[in-house]
């Protein structure tokens, strides 16, 4: 579809002076200058700043401080494990879910479940894991009674393996919405022309279709490893008292007021996760320019 | 062709085999709350007696205030937000279509920034901001709208931006001027009513992000839903884990219904709205 508004010159307009066009945008800028930028400046500026104000580079190396070191480590294991994991068999399910008839029942069904669980995570999801894993939660009783114990649910609270799983039940959602177009984007001609050439359905996924789908696949592997990382309340619910990830010890160095000079130490936590975002985000900003060359019908 | 209908049954096999092992492990925890709930007194029997509390609006109210308060407390935020951003986002982007062409990168930078930020992060850095919303204008709940609009501007340009895309903004509000119209009737009686299906689902998924806020009300010390339930989580859980899942089943019914209304593709969720390609900009 042409967009015309933007391709033509604004020559029937320009003769009004710009600066009372200017004024039509001041509202926003205010906005996001008070609520979005100053915000971000007070979090990169305070990362060197001491508790006097004077510039200083304690706040970031006290980043090296084992506690905070294990903090960002487990953060991206966290991330990488359930983005990876949820990207494959978000993968397959949105694979499972396109080759069911466009619009079907089917379809709308997989999509508004995971548009909902994609959203679920927080709160409401760790009451649903605790009580399926507590002592005499549904699964604990189910698996008891086929022989497998589930320890007394202990191991949901290790952000190893609890959280793991439960980051799981909204990484999968996310990749099947997220991944979905690019496999409704696969041709069926294509899998025809492979199969008149001789091809089987493994030359198929090894060089027709995995490759149309690498870069959205990686793109969208990106996103969810961001939309992990950033998360604070599924985990804030599930281990209060612990402070095993990134963001969990920004939360509490924020309402710690114990320790004076803590609050911009939390400064420097923060610009870290604001770092690592970044470059994730530029990657796949990067993949998603890519993925759209092959993907533009 | 006996290959071919040899494929379409591998094709079904495999298609049902998949999506049932997901379904099990996607019901499974959402059985347990829905057990949790129906537990009798000492984890014995079976007892309806949560979620006919739940459906009495006086009996929660009066017994667990915090609920109350949280409910309307985000029934109130979602309402103001998706306003303020509204209010923020539609006359700009129309604007910058019309006079501003040049600013349209740097106005789409600043909405997608949030996705970089981290809502944790974005608490620190609001922190000292809100002290002064707090001294001037007093501490009510509802001022964190203004920090829910910067959370929800990426999604919410996202779909503004696809609405606007959709019909020719210039023609439009030319012949309207040319008529003698205002340009507040422009925005109100031309643009507004053309823009219906991106409002709607912009505000939708503002209403949603809302709903589901834990993070910055909860280190600000405000109480919104997800609060009152996380507090609640620890006295009394029944109540807190039906208040969950209602809200759960809630939110597929209405996602479910809209996927039947409307034309564009069913469930659409916050990320697929990001993800919509953009029409090259080159075309003739």
């Given at each position: 579809?042409?967009?015309?508004?933007?391709?033509?010159?604004?020559?029937?307009?320009?003769?009004?002076?710009?600066s009372?066009?200017?004024?039509?945008?001041?509202?926003?800028f205010?906005?996001?200058?008070?609520?979005?930028?100053?915000?971000?400046?007070?979090?990169?500026?305070?990362?060197f700043?001491?508790?006097?104000?004077?510039?200083?580079?304690?706040?970031?190396?006290?980043?090296?401080?084992?506690?905070?070191?294990?903090?960002?480590?487990?953060?991206?294991?966290?991330?990488?494990?359930?983005?990876?994991?949820?990207?494959?068999?978000?993968?397959?399910?949105?694979?499972?879910?396109?080759?069911?008839?466009?619009?079907?029942?089917?379809?709308?069904?997989?999509?508004?479940?995971?548009?909902?669980?994609a959203?679920?995570?927080?709160?409401?999801?760790?009451?649903?894991?605790i009580?399926?894993?507590?002592?005499?939660?549904?699964?604990?009783?189910?698996?008891?009674?086929?022989?497998?114990?589930?320890?007394?649910g202990?191991?949901?609270?290790?952000?190893?393996?609890?959280?793991?799983?439960?980051?799981?039940?909204?990484?999968?959602?996310?990749?099947?919405?997220?991944?979905?177009?690019a496999?409704?984007?696969?041709?069926?001609?294509?899998?025809?022309?492979?199969?008149?050439?001789?091809?089987?359905?493994?030359?198929?996924?090894?060089?027709?279709?995995?490759?149309?789908?690498?870069?959205?696949?990686?793109?969208?592997?990106?996103?969810?490893?961001?939309?992990?990382?950033?998360?604070?309340?599924?985990?804030?619910a599930?281990?209060?008292?612990?402070?095993?990830?990134?963001?969990?010890?920004?939360?509490?160095?924020?309402?710690?007021?114990?320790?004076?000079?803590?609050?911009?130490?939390?400064?420097?936590?923060?610009?870290?996760?604001?770092?690592?975002?970044?470059?994730?985000?530029?990657?796949?900003?990067?993949?998603?320019?890519?993925?759209?060359?092959w993907?533009?019908? | 062709?006996?290959?071919?209908?040899?494929?379409?049954?591998?094709?079904?096999?495999?298609?049902?085999?998949?999506?049932?092992?997901?379904?099990?492990?996607?019901?499974?925890?959402?059985?347990?709350?829905?057990?949790?709930?129906?537990?009798?007194?000492?984890?014995?029997?079976r007892t309806?007696?949560?979620?006919?509390?739940?459906a009495?609006?006086?009996?929660?109210?009066?017994?667990?205030?915090?609920?109350?308060?949280?409910?309307?407390?985000?029934?109130?935020?979602?309402?103001?937000?998706?306003?303020?951003?509204?209010?923020?986002?539609?006359?700009?982007?129309?604007?910058?279509?019309?006079?501003?062409?040049?600013?349209?990168?740097?106005?789409?930078?600043?909405?997608?920034?949030?996705?970089?930020?981290?809502?944790?992060?974005l608490?620190?850095?609001?922190?000292p901001?809100y002290?002064?919303?707090?001294?001037?204008?007093?501490?009510?709940?509802?001022?964190?709208?203004?920090?829910?609009?910067?959370?929800?501007?990426?999604?919410?340009?996202?779909?503004?931006?696809?609405?606007?895309?959709?019909?020719?903004?210039?023609?439009?509000?030319?012949?309207a001027?040319?008529?003698?119209?205002?340009?507040?009737?422009?925005m109100?009686?031309?643009?507004?009513?053309?823009?219906?299906?991106?409002?709607?689902?912009?505000?939708?998924?503002?209403?949603?992000?809302?709903?589901?806020?834990?993070?910055?009300?909860?280190?600000?010390?405000?109480?919104?839903?997800?609060?009152?339930?996380?507090?609640?989580?620890?006295?009394?859980?029944?109540?807190?884990?039906?208040?969950?899942?209602?809200?759960?089943?809630?939110?597929?019914?209405?996602?479910?219904?809209?996927?039947?209304?409307?034309?564009?593709?069913a469930?659409?969720?916050?990320?697929?709205?990001?993800?919509?390609?953009?029409?090259?900009?080159?075309?003739?």
């Amino acid at each position: 579809m042409a967009d015309t508004a933007s391709v033509r010159p604004a020559g029937a307009l320009r003769r009004l002076r710009p600066s009372g066009a200017l004024a039509g945008v001041v509202p926003f800028f205010a906005y996001t200058t008070v609520f979005l930028l100053i915000p971000t400046l007070v979090v990169v500026i305070g990362a060197f700043l001491d508790g006097d104000n004077r510039p200083t580079l304690g706040n970031v190396s006290a980043l090296t401080q084992p506690a905070v070191v294990r903090g960002l480590v487990q953060s991206v294991v966290l991330s990488a494990v359930t983005a990876l994991g949820g990207a494959v068999i978000g993968g397959v399910l949105a694979y499972a879910v396109s080759t069911a008839r466009p619009g079907s029942v089917t379809q709308r069904f997989f999509t508004s479940l995971c548009g909902v669980l994609a959203q679920f995570g927080g709160v409401a999801l760790a009451f649903a894991f605790i009580a399926s894993f507590s002592a005499q939660g549904l699964l604990s009783v189910l698996l008891s009674e086929v022989g497998m114990s589930t320890g007394g649910g202990l191991w949901l609270y290790e952000w190893d393996r609890g959280l793991m799983l439960v980051y799981l039940y909204f990484q999968i959602p996310l990749m099947l919405i997220v991944f979905l177009p690019a496999v409704e984007g696969l041709r069926p001609q294509w899998r025809e022309a492979t199969e008149t050439l001789g091809g089987t359905t493994w030359t198929y996924w090894r060089r027709v279709a995995g490759p149309i789908l690498l870069p959205s696949f990686v793109g969208a592997t990106l996103l969810l490893f961001t939309n992990a990382f950033s998360a604070y309340s599924t985990a804030k619910a599930l281990v209060p008292q612990a402070n095993p990830l990134l963001p969990l010890q920004i939360g509490s160095s924020l309402s710690s007021e114990v320790i004076l000079g803590q609050e911009n130490i939390g400064k420097a936590m923060a610009f870290e996760m604001v770092v690592v975002v970044a470059v994730v985000m530029a990657l796949y900003a990067w993949l998603d320019k890519r993925s759209g060359r092959w993907m533009s019908r | 062709m006996s290959g071919r209908s040899a494929f379409r049954r591998r094709q079904r096999v495999f298609r049902w085999v998949t999506l049932t092992l997901l379904m099990v492990f996607f019901l499974l925890p959402l059985l347990g709350m829905l057990e949790f709930t129906l537990q009798g007194p000492g984890g014995n029997g079976r007892t309806l007696d949560t979620w006919r509390t739940l459906a009495d609006v006086s009996q929660i109210s009066l017994e667990y205030p915090a609920l109350k308060e949280g409910f309307l407390a985000s029934v109130g935020l979602a309402v103001i937000t998706p306003l303020v951003m509204l209010v923020l986002l539609v006359p700009t982007m129309t604007w910058v279509r019309l006079r501003l062409p040049g600013l349209s990168r740097t106005v789409e930078f600043v909405c997608l920034l949030p996705l970089t930020v981290p809502a944790i992060v974005l608490v620190v850095g609001l922190t000292p901001v809100y002290a002064w919303v707090y001294y001037l204008v007093g501490s009510s709940t509802m001022w964190l709208a203004l920090a829910y609009v910067v959370l929800v501007l990426p999604y919410a340009y996202r779909s503004l931006d696809a609405g606007l895309r959709a019909i020719d903004v210039r023609t439009l509000s030319e012949a309207a001027r040319s008529l003698g119209a205002s340009w507040f009737t422009v925005m109100w009686r031309v643009v507004l009513p053309n823009l219906r299906t991106a409002v709607l689902s912009a505000s939708f998924l503002s209403v949603a992000l809302v709903l589901g806020e834990f993070t910055i009300a909860s280190l600000f010390s405000k109480k919104n839903l997800q609060v009152a339930m996380y507090e609640l989580g620890k006295s009394d859980a029944k109540i807190s884990v039906a208040v969950g899942l209602a809200s759960l089943v809630f939110g597929f019914v209405v996602l479910f219904a809209m996927s039947f209304v409307g034309t564009r593709p069913a469930g659409a969720g916050r990320v697929a709205r990001l993800r919509r390609p953009r029409p090259a900009k080159e075309t003739p």
